[in-house]
């Protein structure tokens, strides 16, 4: 027992030499402790005063170096997931896969990870050799070699202002070169979502990807068909919703990374007829970001889908189909040849059906018609649609410029604004339906009736 033990000590160690670390002071890495958030900094104080390590790591310490802002800030510590339970009142354990604690403090959650070992033979693995499991704690240093990145794997002490670097990461970042920690092709077998990354950090932080980090990720994209689709959903929207949404996109395709593999993918970068309203649309998201205004995942899938739809819904209405029925159909087959790869979620799916449902509706500026649909809870969004369409040519300018002024005109100035439906609309002209009495309460109808 005891020489196994040694035996795997030693092996370990003689695997994996141990590396200097070098502690970087505050004039080189520019980081002060006023540049982390409260929450986080408390963190690691109530850790370190309880005798364990704790630093804000990985993203956020990239990002402060790069002078970006980061979107949340991550602690690894020596303290296991019930020791940092036990310190802080409002956190909890979550997480199988990756277990880890989320401490709540004020308004924000704080990410607080153990350190973790390297695998080693005995870790859990698929048959292409994807880590399934990774619970196994360890110190420091290992804890950096089994990141992704060098400049994702910087460590940063609030108590002393210092960055502790194992793998040159904070020159990496200064040399903007994204290299990968350890032998990428390795790395990229354990956990394949690691190449999407390194094209999205690359592309937010205008990195370029070293050499022998881009090399193998042509060859090695199939293996990204092998990740649950939850998690490449997760990346994908991450990577849509990152501000540099179209840069990524472009590199993805420069890497060999989008084709056959994600759907969406396929459906984004290679359709000739979509192509201006997609990047139009990425731009609009990308713009949207960088000034802080939210996006919304189903608007931004509604748009990446749009030209599927609009393809599959021509070819029904000239098959005779009728057009409403013809567009469900249409929306329900798209959105299926996605679900297989990309796990868009229930809720997502639902917005997503809800701002394509509404644009025909927007064609009918007749009657009441305008009038129910300017009270849709989803009128904005269906209209930033309808406007991205007109920008991409695929509509005349007059409808969107319509409904603007409808939208901000008084009820009289509305009624004089009203366009009598064209003759021969499409093959669904309506019978006249029976007249309501006033007040009968059955006007507005949902979005997708
Ligand atoms: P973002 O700016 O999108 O948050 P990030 O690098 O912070 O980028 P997270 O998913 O928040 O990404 O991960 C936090 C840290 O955990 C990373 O900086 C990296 O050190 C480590 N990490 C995340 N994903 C992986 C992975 N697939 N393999 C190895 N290490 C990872
Ligand atoms: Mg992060």
Redesign the pocket.
Known sequence: MIRKLLRRVFTKSAAKPQAEAAVIPLELHGIRREMVSPAARKVCNVLQEAGFKAYV????V??LIARID???F?VATSATPEEVRHLFRRSRIIGRRFRIVHVMSGAETI?V?TFRAAHDDDTETDEHGRVLRDNVWGNMEEDAA????T???LYYDPSNETVIDYHHGVADLKQKTMRVIGEPRA?YR??P??ML?AV??AA?LDLILDPAASKPIREMAELLANVPAARLFDEML?LLS?GHAVVSLKRLRDEGLHHGLLPLLDVILEQPQGEKFVWLALENTDNRVRSGKPVSPGFLFATLLWNEVLSNWNARKANRQHSQPALFEAMDEVLASQAEKLAITRRIAGDITEIWALQPRFEKRAGKAPFRLIEQPRFRAGYDFLRLRAEAGEIEMELPDWWDEFASASTEEREAMLVPDKKGDGPARKRRRPRRKPGSGAASAPAGE
Request: charged content about 55%; aromatic content about 4%; glycine content about 6%.
């Open positions: 790591v990985g993203g956020a990239r990002d980061p979107k949340d991550d990410e990870t089994r990141r992704d990145f400049v994702n794997a790395r354990e956990d979502v690691r990354r999205r950090l937010k991450k990152s």
